[in-house]
Protein backbone atom coordinates (compact mmCIF):
# COMPACT_ATOMS: atom_id res chain seq x y z
CA UNK A 1 0.00 0.00 0.00
CA UNK A 2 1.12 3.44 -1.02
CA UNK A 3 2.81 5.24 2.04
CA UNK A 4 -0.10 8.24 0.66
CA UNK A 5 -3.24 5.99 0.83
CA UNK A 6 -5.50 8.12 3.35
CA UNK A 7 -3.06 10.88 4.03
CA UNK A 8 -4.41 14.57 3.74
CA UNK A 9 -3.02 16.62 1.05
CA UNK A 10 -3.93 20.57 0.24
CA UNK A 11 -2.85 21.33 -3.45
CA UNK A 12 -3.50 24.85 -4.61
CA UNK A 13 -3.74 26.46 -7.48
CA UNK A 14 -5.21 22.59 -9.02
CA UNK A 15 -8.14 23.74 -11.17
CA UNK A 16 -5.58 23.44 -14.09
CA UNK A 17 -1.99 22.80 -15.25
CA UNK A 18 1.00 21.61 -12.50
CA UNK A 19 -1.71 22.07 -10.15
CA UNK A 20 -4.36 19.70 -11.42
CA UNK A 21 -1.29 17.11 -12.22
CA UNK A 22 0.00 17.12 -8.49
CA UNK A 23 -3.33 16.78 -7.68
CA UNK A 24 -4.25 13.61 -9.73
CA UNK A 25 -0.94 12.31 -8.33
CA UNK A 26 -1.74 11.88 -5.01
CA UNK A 27 -5.09 10.63 -6.05
CA UNK A 28 -3.57 7.77 -7.67
CA UNK A 29 -1.65 7.02 -4.33
CA UNK A 30 -4.90 6.80 -2.67
CA UNK A 31 -4.25 10.25 -0.88
CA UNK A 32 -7.78 12.47 0.12
CA UNK A 33 -6.99 15.48 -1.95
CA UNK A 34 -8.46 19.12 -1.30
CA UNK A 35 -8.18 21.16 -4.63
CA UNK A 36 -8.37 24.78 -3.77
CA UNK A 37 -7.91 27.42 -6.40
CA UNK A 38 -9.84 30.74 -7.75
CA UNK A 39 -10.97 29.10 -10.64
CA UNK A 40 -14.74 27.33 -9.44
CA UNK A 41 -15.18 25.59 -12.68
CA UNK A 42 -11.55 24.19 -13.44
CA UNK A 43 -12.23 23.36 -9.77
CA UNK A 44 -14.60 21.09 -9.86
CA UNK A 45 -13.70 19.40 -12.73
CA UNK A 46 -10.16 18.78 -11.69
CA UNK A 47 -12.27 17.34 -8.57
CA UNK A 48 -13.88 14.92 -10.46
CA UNK A 49 -11.11 13.47 -12.06
CA UNK A 50 -9.75 12.71 -8.77
CA UNK A 51 -13.36 11.17 -7.62
CA UNK A 52 -12.75 9.37 -11.37
CA UNK A 53 -9.53 8.17 -10.36
CA UNK A 54 -11.26 6.23 -7.29
CA UNK A 55 -9.90 8.80 -4.49
CA UNK A 56 -11.46 11.03 -1.90
CA UNK A 57 -11.28 14.91 -2.79
CA UNK A 58 -12.93 18.23 -1.80
CA UNK A 59 -12.70 21.69 -3.75
CA UNK A 60 -12.22 24.36 -1.43
CA UNK A 61 -12.89 27.56 -3.43
CA UNK A 62 -9.73 29.83 -2.23
CA UNK A 63 -7.99 32.98 -3.23
CA UNK A 64 -4.93 32.89 -1.47
CA UNK A 65 -4.29 36.01 -1.47
CA UNK A 66 -6.74 36.35 1.21
CA UNK A 67 -5.40 35.52 4.76
CA UNK A 68 -8.84 34.30 5.89
CA UNK A 69 -10.08 32.54 2.85
CA UNK A 70 -6.41 30.52 3.46
CA UNK A 71 -7.30 30.26 6.95
CA UNK A 72 -11.15 28.28 6.59
CA UNK A 73 -9.30 26.57 3.58
CA UNK A 74 -6.80 24.58 6.36
CA UNK A 75 -10.08 24.59 8.91
CA UNK A 76 -12.59 23.11 6.16
CA UNK A 77 -9.93 20.70 5.42
CA UNK A 78 -9.65 19.00 9.22
CA UNK A 79 -12.93 19.50 9.70
CA UNK A 80 -13.96 17.01 6.92
CA UNK A 81 -10.65 14.68 7.23
CA UNK A 82 -9.57 15.70 10.50
CA UNK A 83 -5.64 16.03 9.86
CA UNK A 84 -3.24 17.80 7.18
CA UNK A 85 -0.78 15.70 6.23
CA UNK A 86 1.13 17.26 2.80
CA UNK A 87 0.74 20.57 1.05
CA UNK A 88 1.68 21.59 -2.48
CA UNK A 89 1.57 25.78 -2.27
CA UNK A 90 1.82 25.59 -5.98
CA UNK A 91 -1.24 28.67 -7.36
CA UNK A 92 0.57 31.38 -9.17
CA UNK A 93 0.72 34.07 -11.56
CA UNK A 94 2.69 35.46 -14.63
CA UNK A 95 2.49 38.88 -16.39
CA UNK A 96 4.95 39.95 -19.39
CA UNK A 97 6.17 43.37 -19.33
CA UNK A 98 9.24 45.60 -19.39
CA UNK A 99 10.06 46.86 -16.46
CA UNK A 100 9.51 50.66 -17.29
CA UNK A 101 5.69 49.61 -18.57
CA UNK A 102 5.07 47.71 -15.41
CA UNK A 103 2.61 48.77 -13.23
CA UNK A 104 2.21 48.97 -9.26
CA UNK A 105 -0.97 46.92 -9.81
CA UNK A 106 0.89 44.14 -11.48
CA UNK A 107 3.83 44.14 -8.42
CA UNK A 108 0.94 43.78 -6.26
CA UNK A 109 -0.89 41.04 -7.99
CA UNK A 110 2.79 38.89 -8.40
CA UNK A 111 3.63 39.46 -5.02
CA UNK A 112 0.26 38.94 -3.70
CA UNK A 113 -0.23 35.66 -4.97
CA UNK A 114 2.95 34.54 -5.99
CA UNK A 115 4.42 35.56 -2.56
CA UNK A 116 2.23 36.20 0.26
CA UNK A 117 -0.23 33.80 -0.91
CA UNK A 118 2.66 30.98 0.14
CA UNK A 119 3.13 32.92 3.22
CA UNK A 120 -0.55 32.89 4.33
CA UNK A 121 -0.83 29.23 3.06
CA UNK A 122 2.16 27.83 5.22
CA UNK A 123 1.43 30.01 8.27
CA UNK A 124 -2.36 28.33 8.57
CA UNK A 125 -0.83 24.72 7.04
CA UNK A 126 2.02 24.69 10.00
CA UNK A 127 -0.19 25.69 12.29
CA UNK A 128 -2.18 22.60 11.72
CA UNK A 129 0.51 20.35 11.04
CA UNK A 130 2.38 20.92 14.59
CA UNK A 131 -0.63 19.81 16.30
CA UNK A 132 -0.91 16.36 13.71
CA UNK A 133 2.53 15.92 15.40
CA UNK A 134 4.46 16.21 11.56
CA UNK A 135 3.70 17.14 7.93
CA UNK A 136 5.09 17.98 4.59
CA UNK A 137 5.34 21.17 2.36
CA UNK A 138 6.22 21.68 -1.09
CA UNK A 139 6.31 25.24 -2.54
CA UNK A 140 6.13 25.64 -6.04
CA UNK A 141 9.19 28.16 -7.12
CA UNK A 142 10.27 28.60 -10.27
CA UNK A 143 14.07 28.85 -12.56
CA UNK A 144 12.84 32.32 -12.88
CA UNK A 145 14.07 33.79 -9.73
CA UNK A 146 16.71 33.36 -7.43
CA UNK A 147 18.65 30.96 -10.31
CA UNK A 148 18.03 32.97 -12.91
CA UNK A 149 16.31 35.99 -14.24
CA UNK A 150 13.90 36.53 -17.42
CA UNK A 151 13.50 39.57 -19.27
CA UNK A 152 9.62 41.00 -18.91
CA UNK A 153 9.14 38.83 -15.98
CA UNK A 154 10.97 40.77 -13.59
CA UNK A 155 7.82 40.63 -10.85
CA UNK A 156 7.28 37.28 -10.93
CA UNK A 157 11.19 36.41 -10.62
CA UNK A 158 10.94 38.96 -7.40
CA UNK A 159 7.75 37.14 -6.44
CA UNK A 160 9.70 33.50 -6.76
CA UNK A 161 13.16 34.79 -5.18
CA UNK A 162 10.81 35.63 -2.11
CA UNK A 163 9.80 32.27 -2.26
CA UNK A 164 13.04 30.76 -2.09
CA UNK A 165 13.93 32.84 0.95
CA UNK A 166 10.47 32.04 2.61
CA UNK A 167 11.14 28.16 2.33
CA UNK A 168 14.40 28.18 3.60
CA UNK A 169 13.74 29.97 6.76
CA UNK A 170 10.69 28.41 7.40
CA UNK A 171 12.33 24.61 7.32
CA UNK A 172 15.13 25.55 9.71
CA UNK A 173 12.33 26.95 12.22
CA UNK A 174 9.72 23.88 11.60
CA UNK A 175 12.58 21.14 11.16
CA UNK A 176 12.35 20.26 14.87
CA UNK A 177 8.23 19.75 14.81
CA UNK A 178 8.91 17.03 12.02
CA UNK A 179 7.17 19.36 9.64
CA UNK A 180 9.63 19.23 5.99
CA UNK A 181 9.66 22.84 3.52
CA UNK A 182 11.26 22.26 0.45
CA UNK A 183 10.45 24.05 -3.02
CA UNK A 184 10.68 23.04 -6.24
CA UNK A 185 11.74 25.28 -9.91
CA UNK A 186 10.11 23.67 -12.75
CA UNK A 187 10.18 24.14 -16.33
CA UNK A 188 9.21 22.74 -19.45
CA UNK A 189 6.72 20.47 -18.09
CA UNK A 190 4.20 19.29 -20.67
CA UNK A 191 1.05 20.02 -18.17
CA UNK A 192 -1.94 20.58 -20.21
CA UNK A 193 -2.96 24.45 -19.53
CA UNK A 194 -0.07 25.21 -17.76
CA UNK A 195 1.83 29.09 -18.36
CA UNK A 196 4.34 27.03 -20.68
CA UNK A 197 1.60 25.40 -22.43
CA UNK A 198 -0.43 28.84 -23.14
CA UNK A 199 3.18 30.11 -24.34
CA UNK A 200 3.39 27.47 -26.78
CA UNK A 201 -0.30 28.14 -28.23
CA UNK A 202 0.52 31.96 -28.65
CA UNK A 203 4.04 31.72 -30.08
CA UNK A 204 2.27 28.87 -32.54
CA UNK A 205 5.28 26.36 -30.85
CA UNK A 206 5.07 22.92 -31.00
CA UNK A 207 5.90 20.44 -28.17
CA UNK A 208 8.67 19.29 -30.11
CA UNK A 209 9.71 22.35 -31.12
CA UNK A 210 10.16 23.21 -27.46
CA UNK A 211 11.52 20.08 -26.46
CA UNK A 212 14.58 21.58 -28.62
CA UNK A 213 15.79 24.24 -26.73
CA UNK A 214 16.09 21.99 -23.48
CA UNK A 215 19.58 20.34 -23.34
CA UNK A 216 17.63 16.63 -23.12
CA UNK A 217 16.01 17.36 -26.09
CA UNK A 218 11.75 17.23 -25.10
CA UNK A 219 9.93 18.87 -22.48
CA UNK A 220 9.41 17.07 -19.48
CA UNK A 221 6.49 14.70 -18.54
CA UNK A 222 4.10 15.74 -15.79
CA UNK A 223 4.78 12.23 -14.03
CA UNK A 224 8.58 13.71 -13.92
CA UNK A 225 7.16 16.66 -12.38
CA UNK A 226 5.07 14.94 -9.92
CA UNK A 227 7.59 11.93 -8.71
CA UNK A 228 9.32 14.67 -7.37
CA UNK A 229 6.84 16.33 -5.44
CA UNK A 230 5.75 12.77 -4.34
CA UNK A 231 9.21 12.47 -2.90
CA UNK A 232 9.34 15.76 -1.21
CA UNK A 233 6.50 14.59 0.74
CA UNK A 234 7.88 11.18 0.83
CA UNK A 235 8.89 9.53 4.14
CA UNK A 236 11.81 8.97 2.54
CA UNK A 237 12.85 12.59 1.68
CA UNK A 238 12.49 13.62 6.01
CA UNK A 239 15.97 14.82 5.69
CA UNK A 240 16.10 17.12 3.03
CA UNK A 241 15.09 20.74 4.22
CA UNK A 242 15.13 24.04 2.57
CA UNK A 243 15.97 22.56 -0.59
CA UNK A 244 14.99 24.15 -4.26
CA UNK A 245 14.59 20.96 -6.43
CA UNK A 246 15.29 22.06 -10.17
CA UNK A 247 12.91 20.00 -12.73
CA UNK A 248 14.20 21.48 -16.20
CA UNK A 249 15.20 18.88 -18.36
CA UNK A 250 19.00 20.53 -18.02
CA UNK A 251 17.53 24.16 -18.65
CA UNK A 252 19.61 25.85 -15.47
CA UNK A 253 23.23 23.54 -15.83
CA UNK A 254 23.39 24.79 -19.50
N1 LIG B 1 4.27 25.79 -16.08
C1 LIG B 1 5.55 26.04 -15.92
O1 LIG B 1 6.37 25.80 -16.82
C2 LIG B 1 6.04 26.63 -14.63
C3 LIG B 1 7.42 26.89 -14.51
C4 LIG B 1 7.89 27.39 -13.30
C5 LIG B 1 7.02 27.62 -12.25
N2 LIG B 1 5.68 27.38 -12.40
C6 LIG B 1 4.83 27.66 -11.25
O2 LIG B 1 3.97 26.56 -11.04
C7 LIG B 1 2.70 27.00 -10.55
C8 LIG B 1 1.61 26.51 -11.46
O3 LIG B 1 1.89 26.95 -12.76
P1 LIG B 1 0.99 26.55 -14.01
O4 LIG B 1 1.88 26.69 -15.18
O5 LIG B 1 0.26 25.31 -13.76
O6 LIG B 1 0.03 27.85 -14.02
P2 LIG B 1 -1.50 28.00 -14.37
O7 LIG B 1 -1.73 29.44 -14.65
O8 LIG B 1 -1.91 26.99 -15.40
O9 LIG B 1 -2.20 27.58 -12.99
C9 LIG B 1 -2.17 28.41 -11.87
C10 LIG B 1 -3.39 28.12 -11.04
O10 LIG B 1 -3.36 29.02 -9.92
C11 LIG B 1 -4.66 29.57 -9.76
N3 LIG B 1 -4.59 30.86 -9.09
C12 LIG B 1 -4.15 32.05 -9.60
N4 LIG B 1 -4.29 33.01 -8.68
C13 LIG B 1 -4.82 32.43 -7.58
C14 LIG B 1 -5.18 32.91 -6.30
N5 LIG B 1 -5.08 34.20 -5.97
N6 LIG B 1 -5.69 32.04 -5.40
C15 LIG B 1 -5.83 30.73 -5.72
N7 LIG B 1 -5.51 30.21 -6.92
C16 LIG B 1 -5.02 31.06 -7.84
C17 LIG B 1 -5.21 29.69 -11.18
O11 LIG B 1 -6.63 29.80 -11.19
C18 LIG B 1 -4.70 28.41 -11.82
O12 LIG B 1 -5.59 27.34 -11.66
C19 LIG B 1 2.79 28.53 -10.48
O13 LIG B 1 3.16 28.93 -9.17
C20 LIG B 1 3.90 28.84 -11.47
O14 LIG B 1 4.53 30.07 -11.19
C21 LIG B 1 5.18 26.89 -13.58
Redesign the pocket.
Known sequence: MSEFADKVVIV?????????VTALAFAGEGARVVI????RA?GEETLEMVRQAGAQGLFLP????VESEVEEMVAKTVESYGRLDCAVN?????RFAPIDEETGESFDLHV???LR?VFHCMKHEIRQMKKNGGGAIVN?????GSLTGNPTESL?AAS?GGVDGLTKSVALEVAKHGISVNAI?????D?P??????WMEREGISAEEAGKMFPIGRLGQADELTAAVLFLCSEKARFILGHLLVIDGGWIAR
Open positions: TGAARGLGRSDIDGTDVRNAGVVDTNGQSSVTYKAACGIAGDVFHQ
